[in-house]
Nanobody
């Protein structure tokens, strides 16, 4: 059973930066594809970014491309999301997710392990 714990959320002004972390335990982290999703109030959970198990490939939603960067450290069992040039529309609860797979899925239904989420609020 994989446990995921996000951290690093908070309140930031538009144009600012935050770095989220997702710490994993209970599984073989290096064999999991890891992803970030977010969910704003009244909206469906949406894909943000994904990194494959070797950290050699990443893929981003168009809405964050060029502003967000995801990475992972398979020694520390941790995934990161560096968020720059934040916008008010980035405000959401951010979740990390994991799946034992080499495929970089972008649908939330493809992931079986989830963290509890961390709130990111961007003020105008």
């Amino acid at each position: 059973q994989v446990q995921l714990v996000e951290s690093g959320g908070g309140l930031v002004q538009a144009g600012g930066s935050l770095r989220l972390s997702c710490s994993a335990s209970g599984g073989t982290f290096s064999t999991y594809t890891m992803a970030w999703f977010r969910q704003a109030p009244g909206k469906e959970r949406e894909f943000v970014a994904v990194v494959n198990w070797r950290a050699g490939s990443t893929y981003y939603a168009d809405s964050v491309k060029g502003r967000f960067t995801t990475s992972r450290d398979n020694v520390k069992n941790t995934m990161y999301l560096q968020m720059n040039s934040l916008k008010p529309e980035d405000t959401a609860v951010y979740y990390c997710a994991a799946r034992s797979s080499i495929t970089m899925f972008t649908s939330p239904t493809s992931y079986g392990y989830w963290g509890q989420g961390t709130q990111v609020t961007v003020s105008a």
